[in-house]
């Protein structure tokens, strides 16, 4: 700065006066500029120390915290690595009881629930103890299933791990109520997705089809498969706990089980049952076999759209409609007709007309010609096919390739040509120029030659259902075929019949309707099937020696069939052949085809039972008493069941049928392996990583496409896996859903939070077990009976809970109401017995007085071993743990007629004289009381702060009762104190206050606890609204219009409101006025 130098100070003292000689005034500004500078230049400097030392502060401090959260990161590791590896030392202890040894549930409860160690060795247990065996006392009532028997080289589903939670929870039940239960276990040989499996497998391995194999080597390939992957389905079995008496097991194809299809065979075709006809069936090109109506699945095509079939390159196109003309044979004209399929006019044997339409009245009767095949074809009137309104009117008939123009060929004696090979290749009957190419490539070339010799007429969108084999994906071809069938008419009538009397009951009960639907409208079952693997049909083709130009070929156009004979035998089939073509030399041939798989399955109930032969068992245990099933199958498999039993045995093989739902995923959709959504139920009990779930999509018969849709849909699904939940939690979820209707949509989560509810079960008994003490001795049902009135309160309240949900259980589970069990074994549990009952507890059992102390351990006891009791069929290995664990039931053990095991202990059963109105109402007045003290709690943020509770009683009765459960109350509530006051002026200023009723207030003192300038502003806004609905309602109710027109419920309704809002509002201003 000009004029402001400054020199060093000199030795003798004196210093430059740098403003000397400057005007006083600005030398002043100038010195005060300079100081200004000066000062914000230390002031920089001392804010720039101040923010390195907080900053240092804060590196420190950050650094001090990353210490801190190692070492917490360290602590809960090696917390999670000490508790992991004593479940591990658990898990390994429980795995390596030896097989069919009881495990050891000595030393002290582990600290949480595992399902892998719980679930470790008790099935092994109760199997090689016989417990899943019928009880040998002839003298109880028994109650029989048997399984729905899955393919043998299949895997369970989730949709299988429902029917086998509620079969097992049924007969569990049933075997805890004294029944002498049989679950009959066994799997099913399931002919056409097995031999398809092993094709492909034979293929994949050595390039061979099953016919360079030969019939005996490819079945023997069959048997071997069977052997090495059969024991997949049982071993899931286990692993769900399904309690099915394996000494008992049967496959289908079994000796026993093979003799018995025989045997139904030839005894229904000697009744007029089972006959040969050459009908329509549901034909396979790429399997080259008939299939069930329940193998054909159905896709809606909405218009002209691209369909990709297995054998083509290109899409076929279906959803079109074309027209074509066929000209008279006179040369006067045309008919013009419409099909979705022009390959068929090949076959076309007439042409319908409605009889009533004018246009072609005068041409009944009159011929066209076959525009390829030169045929002569009919004009037909038929008033039950033709829609006179449809298109032109005329309708083409191709009877061996429709079902509806079949039944018109019927009608009308038309001729039956069937234009199609095995392998779905044109033959050369009629088909000219297009003889041996393929149905879809003759769609192409068949217009493209109408085009050219001028009859076609155009191609439209047209709406359609396409069947495809649920097999093989290929579109299912209608095809005349002779075949076995088995007539079902009077059969099915029966089966209405006894529906309808209920000697058959059907539940849920909606479902009769689809059963009488298909009953009523049953069409004959086509029982043959073109396949290896299965039951060959015992019937024989009498070839004529020297006569083979005229004897036909069996299972083609030219088989005769009046030279079939049935037998039991070859040697049965040659006698009858002998007698009924006597002094005719002849050679038989056994029918190449194998029987429907679900002829088999329909023979279950009784030849797993040893039918034919009189045996023990289907003596004692035929018929049963509940086929439980899915609603899918009514008709497939349960209505052939009532059928063939009644047709063989002329009984009912059941008497209840109960139908579940369908499982979904989440999302409500349908499980399909190419959605990523099928769920295999060890998966949900064992758990599983997401790259695992990818790997199962590997090896099947998915294509690289479907694989990464499939692996999409689990990334979203399962974005971690699954949890491992224990086969007790999936059980209980899948068993709870049943409330849903015909679809379950099924949450994992769900049966994740089920995982955790067993830990809560888990926490329960620990409680007990560190309560009760080594020296407790539980007293016998007599001796509790006999002090059970003079019960602290709480004991009382919670036998009384016991009792009716022991009650409802029973009730639910007699009318199959699974839901409503779930929905009160768990509400006991968890909103009863744990959240309740064990809180009330705990202070008695640390207090002083030794009477409620022993009262409130033998009602604990009670508690917990009935609980375990009733819910053990629902949730079998935890109740099992649990109940061995509990004191006193080593005696179980001994052979002294007590049971050894929870799974045949009694079930329990409703006690009258614990169950008590009075005591769960003032229970029920009590609890609500507690839970507004605690929403009152939340609303001002209180935790573990104890403050003193006042409550304003005006029912003489009431307050009465508070001032018996006031321990009970501080207790639930978190509360230093509890007093019932009969008015507002007892209560001290500063509470909290909430309205239960017109006759109760809760007061929360919050002095020392709360800040109460605030507490005043929110009662003052709770005020203003109370007084505001009070205003509007009253203002609603003075109106003339109310007065006059609303109802007198609806009125009295309101003026019970006014009365409370008045109430809570009068109530608001007392205690706004005591803060």
Same mark, same amino acid.
């Given at each position: 700065?000009?004029?402001?130098?400054?020199?060093?100070?000199?030795?003798?003292?004196?210093?430059?006066?740098?403003?000397?000689?400057?005007?006083? !005034? %600005?030398?002043?500004?100038?010195?005060? =500029?300079?100081?200004? +500078?000066?000062?914000?230049? $230390? /002031? *920089? &400097? #001392?804010? @720039?120390?101040?923010?390195?030392?907080?900053?240092?502060?804060?590196?420190? !401090? %950050?650094?001090?915290?990353?210490?801190? =959260?190692?070492?917490? +990161?360290?602590?809960?590791? $090696? /917390? *999670? &690595? #000490?508790? @992991?590896?004593?479940?591990?030392?658990?898990?390994?202890?429980?795995?390596?009881?030896?097989?069919?040894?009881?495990?050891?549930?000595?030393?002290?409860?582990?600290?949480?629930?595992?399902?892998? &160690?719980?679930? @470790?060795?008790?099935?092994?247990?109760?199997?090689?103890?016989?417990?899943?065996?019928?009880?040998?006392?002839?003298?109880?009532?028994?109650?029989?299933?048997?399984?729905?028997?899955?393919?043998?080289?299949?895997?369970?589903?989730?949709?299988?791990?429902?029917?086998?939670?509620?079969?097992?929870?049924?007969?569990?039940?049933?075997?805890?109520?004294?029944?002498?239960?049989?679950?009959?276990?066994?799997?099913?040989?399931?002919?056409?997705?097995?031999?398809?499996?092993?094709?492909?497998?034979?293929?994949?391995?050595?390039?061979?089809?099953?016919?360079?194999?030969?019939?005996?080597?490819?079945?023997?390939?069959?048997?071997?498969?069977?052997?090495?992957?059969?024991?997949?389905?049982?071993?899931?079995?286990?692993?769900?706990?399904?309690?099915?008496?394996?000494?008992?097991?049967?496959?289908?194809?079994?000796?026993?089980?093979?003799?018995?299809?025989?045997?139904?065979?030839?005894?229904?075709?000697?009744?007029?049952?089972?006959?040969?006809?050459?009908?329509?069936?549901?034909?396979?090109?790429?399997?080259?076999?008939?299939?069930?109506?329940?193998?054909?699945?159905?896709?809606?095509?909405?218009?002209?759209?691209?369909?990709?079939?297995?054998?083509?390159?290109?899409?076929?196109?279906?959803?079109?409609?074309?027209?074509?003309?066929?000209?008279?044979?006179?040369?006067?004209?045309?008919?013009?007709?419409?099909?979705?399929?022009?390959?068929?006019?090949?076959?076309?044997?007439?042409?319908?007309?409605?009889?009533?339409?004018?246009?072609?009245?005068?041409?009944?009767?009159?011929?066209?010609?076959?525009?390829?095949?030169?045929?002569?074809?009919?004009?037909?009137?038929?008033?039950?096919?033709?829609?006179?309104?449809?298109?032109?009117?005329?309708?083409?008939?191709?009877?061996?390739?429709?079902?509806?123009?079949?039944?018109?060929?019927?009608?009308?004696?038309?001729?039956?040509?069937?234009?199609?090979?095995?392998?779905?290749?044109?033959?050369?009957?009629?088909?000219?120029?297009?003889?041996?190419?393929?149905?879809?490539?003759?769609?192409?070339?068949?217009?493209?030659?109408?085009?050219?010799?001028?009859?076609?007429?155009?191609?439209?969108?047209?709406?359609?259902?396409?069947?495809?084999?649920?097999?093989?994906?290929?579109?299912?071809?209608?095809?005349?075929?002779?075949?076995?069938?088995?007539?079902?008419?009077?059969?099915?009538?029966?089966?209405?019949?006894?529906?309808?009397?209920?000697?058959?009951?059907?539940?849920?009960?909606?479902?009769?309707?689809?059963?009488?639907?298909?009953?009523?409208?049953?069409?004959?079952?086509?029982?043959?099937?073109?396949?290896?693997?299965?039951?060959?049909?015992?019937?024989?083709?009498?070839?004529?020696?020297?006569?083979?130009?005229?004897?036909?070929?069996?299972?083609?156009?030219?088989?005769?069939?009046?030279?079939?004979?049935?037998?039991?035998?070859?040697?049965?089939?040659?006698?009858?052949?002998?007698?009924?073509?006597?002094?005719?030399?002849?050679?038989?041939?056994?029918?190449?085809?194998?029987?429907?798989?679900?002829?088999?399955?329909?023979?279950?109930?009784?030849?797993?039972?040893?039918?034919?032969?009189?045996?023990?068992?289907?003596?004692?245990?035929?018929?049963?008493?509940?086929?439980?099933?899915?609603?899918?199958?009514?008709?497939?498999?349960?209505?052939?069941?009532?059928?063939?039993?009644?047709?063989?045995?002329?009984?009912?093989?059941?008497?209840?049928?109960?139908?579940?739902?369908?499982?979904?995923?989440?999302?409500?959709?349908?499980?399909?392996?190419?959605?990523?959504?099928?769920?295999?139920?060890?998966?949900?009990?064992?758990?599983?990583?997401?790259?695992?779930?990818?790997?199962?999509?590997?090896?099947?018969?998915?294509?690289?496409?479907?694989?990464?849709?499939?692996?999409?849909?689990?990334?979203?699904?399962?974005?971690?896996?699954?949890?491992?939940?224990?086969?007790?939690?999936?059980?209980?979820?899948?068993?709870?859903?049943?409330?849903?209707?015909?679809?379950?949509?099924?949450?994992?989560?769900?049966?994740?939070?089920?995982?955790?509810?067993?830990?809560?079960?888990?926490?329960?008994?620990?409680?007990?077990?560190?309560?009760?003490?080594?020296?407790?001795?539980?007293?016998?049902?007599?001796?509790?009976?006999?002090?059970?009135?003079?019960?602290?309160?709480?004991?009382?309240?919670?036998?009384?809970?016991?009792?009716?949900?022991?009650?409802?259980?029973?009730?639910?589970?007699?009318?199959?109401?699974?839901?409503?069990?779930?929905?009160?074994?768990?509400?006991?549990?968890?909103?009863?017995?744990?959240?309740?009952?064990?809180?009330?507890?705990?202070?008695?059992?640390?207090?002083?007085?030794?009477?409620?102390?022993?009262?409130?351990?033998?009602?604990?006891?009670?508690?917990?071993?009935?609980?375990?009791?009733?819910?053990?069929?629902?949730?079998?290995?935890?109740?099992?743990?649990?109940?061995?664990?509990?004191?006193?039931?080593?005696?179980?053990?001994?052979?002294?007629?007590?049971?050894?095991?929870?799974?045949?202990?009694?079930?329990?059963?409703?006690?009258?004289?614990?169950?008590?109105?009075?005591?769960?109402?003032?229970?029920?007045?009590?609890?609500?009381?507690?839970?507004?003290?605690?929403?009152?709690?939340?609303?001002?943020?209180?935790?573990?702060?104890?403050?003193?509770?006042?409550?304003?009683?005006?029912?003489?009765?009431?307050?009465?009762?508070?001032?018996?459960?006031?321990?009970?109350?501080?207790?639930?509530?978190?509360?230093?104190?509890?007093?019932?006051?009969?008015?507002?002026?007892?209560?001290?200023?500063?509470?909290?206050?909430?309205?239960?009723?017109?006759?109760?207030?809760?007061?929360?003192?919050?002095?020392?606890?709360?800040?109460?300038?605030?507490?005043?502003?929110?009662?003052?806004?709770?005020?203003?609204?109370?007084?505001?609905?009070?205003?509007?309602?009253?203002?609603?109710?003075?109106?003339?219009?109310?007065?006059?027109?609303?109802?007198?419920?609806?009125?009295?309704?309101?003026?019970?409101?006014?009365?409370?809002?008045?109430?809570?509002?009068?109530?608001?201003?007392?205690?706004?006025?005591?803060?």
């Amino acid at each position: 700065m000009p004029g402001a130098v400054t020199f060093p100070a000199n030795p003798d003292g004196w210093t430059f006066d740098a403003y000397a000689g400057m005007d006083p !005034a %600005k030398a002043e500004k100038m010195k005060a =500029k300079k100081a200004e +500078k000066e000062a914000k230049l $230390a /002031k *920089a &400097a #001392a804010k @720039a120390e101040a923010k390195k030392a907080q900053q240092a502060e804060l590196e420190k !401090a %950050k650094a001090a915290n990353e210490v801190k =959260k190692a070492k917490l +990161k360290a602590e809960k590791e $090696a /917390k *999670a &690595a #000490a508790e @992991a590896a004593e479940v591990q030392a658990w898990v390994d202890q429980a795995k390596a009881t030896p097989v069919g040894s009881k495990k050891s549930v000595a030393g002290a409860l582990p600290k949480g629930y595992s399902p892998m &160690a719980v679930e @470790a060795a008790w099935y092994e247990w109760w199997e090689a103890a016989g417990f899943f065996k019928p009880d040998e006392d002839t003298s109880k009532e028994p109650f029989v299933m048997v399984i729905p028997p899955p393919n043998v080289t299949g895997t369970l589903h989730i949709g299988h791990a429902l029917t086998n939670s509620i079969q097992d929870t049924v007969i569990r039940w049933r075997r805890m109520m004294g029944y002498r239960t049989l679950w009959l276990p066994g799997t099913d040989h399931a002919g056409i997705a097995t031999q398809t499996v092993v094709e492909k497998k034979v293929a994949r391995e050595t390039g061979k089809t099953r016919h360079d194999l030969g019939r005996e080597d490819f079945l023997e390939e069959v048997w071997k498969y069977v052997d090495d992957y059969g024991h997949r389905i049982t071993n899931q079995l286990r692993r769900l706990g399904s309690s099915v008496d394996w000494s008992r097991q049967v496959f289908t194809m079994d000796e026993t089980r093979s003799s018995a299809v025989n045997e139904a065979f030839v005894r229904m075709h000697e009744k007029g049952l089972i006959y040969r006809d050459n009908r329509l069936v549901n034909w396979c090109c790429k399997l080259k076999t008939a299939v069930s109506d329940i193998e054909v699945d159905y896709i809606d095509i909405p218009k002209r759209t691209g369909v990709n079939v297995p054998g083509y390159d290109e899409p076929v196109e279906f959803g079109a409609i074309t027209s074509f003309a066929y000209p008279y044979e006179d040369g006067s004209g045309e008919i013009v007709v419409a099909t979705t399929r022009p390959e068929t006019m090949l076959g076309d044997t007439a042409v319908a007309v409605h009889p009533d339409d004018d246009r072609y009245k005068s041409v009944v009767g009159k011929f066209l010609v076959h525009p390829i095949n030169g045929r002569k074809i009919p004009i037909i009137a038929d008033a039950e096919l033709v829609d006179m309104d449809f298109g032109t009117g005329a309708v083409k008939i191709t009877p061996a390739h429709d079902p509806n123009d079949f039944a018109t060929g019927k009608r009308h004696n038309l001729e039956f040509i069937n234009i199609l090979d095995d392998d779905g290749c044109l033959n050369s009957n009629g088909t000219g120029q297009f003889a041996g190419q393929r149905r879809f490539e003759a769609r192409i070339t068949v217009v493209e030659h109408l085009k050219e010799i001028g009859l076609f007429r155009g191609v439209e969108d047209n709406p359609m259902r396409l069947g495809l084999c649920s097999r093989s994906k290929d579109v299912i071809e209608p095809v005349l075929k002779p075949q076995w069938w088995v007539a079902c008419g009077d059969m099915a009538a029966d089966g209405c019949e006894l529906v309808r009397s209920k000697e058959l009951e059907i539940i849920p009960e909606e479902y009769e309707a689809t059963w009488f639907r298909w009953m009523e409208n049953i069409r004959d079952w086509c029982v043959s099937r073109q396949l290896w693997w299965g039951h060959r049909i015992p019937a024989f083709y009498v070839a004529f020696d020297g006569e083979e130009a005229t004897n036909g070929s069996p299972g083609a156009p030219s088989e005769n069939m009046d030279n079939w004979v049935v037998g039991r035998t070859r040697e049965d089939a040659q006698k009858l052949a002998e007698e009924k073509f006597p002094g005719r030399a002849f050679t038989l041939i056994q029918d190449e085809d194998v029987l429907d798989t679900w002829f088999s399955s329909g023979l279950f109930p009784f030849s797993t039972m040893g039918w034919p032969e009189a045996t023990p068992d289907l003596e004692s245990f035929f018929p049963g008493q509940l086929l439980e099933t899915g609603h899918d199958i009514l008709f497939f498999w349960v209505a052939r069941m009532v059928m063939m039993s009644r047709a063989l045995t002329g009984e009912v093989p059941f008497k209840q049928v109960y139908l579940h739902a369908m499982v979904r995923d989440a999302h409500g959709r349908k499980m399909s392996k190419s959605l990523g959504n099928v769920i295999d139920p060890t998966n949900v009990i064992e758990g599983i990583t997401l790259e695992k779930l990818h790997q199962s999509l590997m090896g099947g018969n998915l294509d690289p496409n479907e694989v990464e849709k499939a692996k999409a849909g689990q990334k979203i699904d399962f974005p971690d896996g699954i949890e491992e939940c224990g086969a007790d939690a999936l059980r209980f979820a899948l068993v709870s859903y049943t409330a849903q209707g015909r679809d379950i949509n099924l949450d994992i989560k769900r049966v994740v939070s089920y995982r955790h509810w067993c830990n809560k079960l888990w926490n329960a008994i620990r409680f007990a077990m560190m309560n009760l003490g080594d020296d407790f001795e539980p007293k016998s049902a007599a001796d509790f009976a006999a002090v059970a009135e003079g019960l602290p309160f709480a004991c009382r309240w919670i036998l009384s809970r016991l009792s009716a949900a022991t009650r409802k259980i029973s009730d639910a589970m007699f009318a199959y109401d699974f839901s409503s069990a779930t929905s009160a074994i768990y509400g006991f549990w968890q909103y009863e017995l744990c959240d309740v009952f064990i809180e009330l507890a705990k202070p008695l059992l640390c207090g002083q007085d030794e009477g409620a102390k022993e009262s409130t351990k033998q009602t604990l006891f009670v508690c917990l071993e009935n609980g375990l009791r009733l819910l053990h069929p629902f949730m079998p290995f935890v109740t099992e743990e649990l109940w061995q664990r509990l004191p006193g039931q080593a005696k179980n053990m001994d052979q002294d007629g007590h049971p050894r095991s929870i799974m045949i202990a009694k079930y329990p059963t409703h006690v009258e004289a614990w169950e008590s109105s009075e005591i769960d109402g003032s229970m029920s007045y009590m609890m609500s009381i507690v839970n507004k003290t605690r929403s009152l709690r939340s609303d001002y943020g209180l935790s573990r702060e104890k403050a003193e509770l006042f409550i304003t009683a005006s029912d003489p009765a009431n307050l009465k009762l508070l001032e018996s459960v006031y321990h009970e109350i501080a207790t639930l509530t978190t509360s230093s104190s509890v007093k019932a006051v009969s008015s507002p002026d007892q209560v001290p200023k500063g509470c909290g206050v909430v309205v239960l009723d017109d006759t109760t207030t809760i007061h929360l003192s919050l002095i020392g606890v709360l800040d109460v300038p605030k507490e005043i502003i929110k009662l003052e806004k709770n005020l203003e609204n109370g007084k505001q609905r009070l205003s509007q309602l009253e203002t609603k109710m003075s109106t003339d219009v109310y007065v006059q027109k609303t109802p007198a419920d609806i009125q009295a309704f309101d003026a019970d409101r006014v009365t409370k809002l008045r109430a809570e509002v009068e109530s608001l201003e007392h205690h706004i006025a005591d803060f």
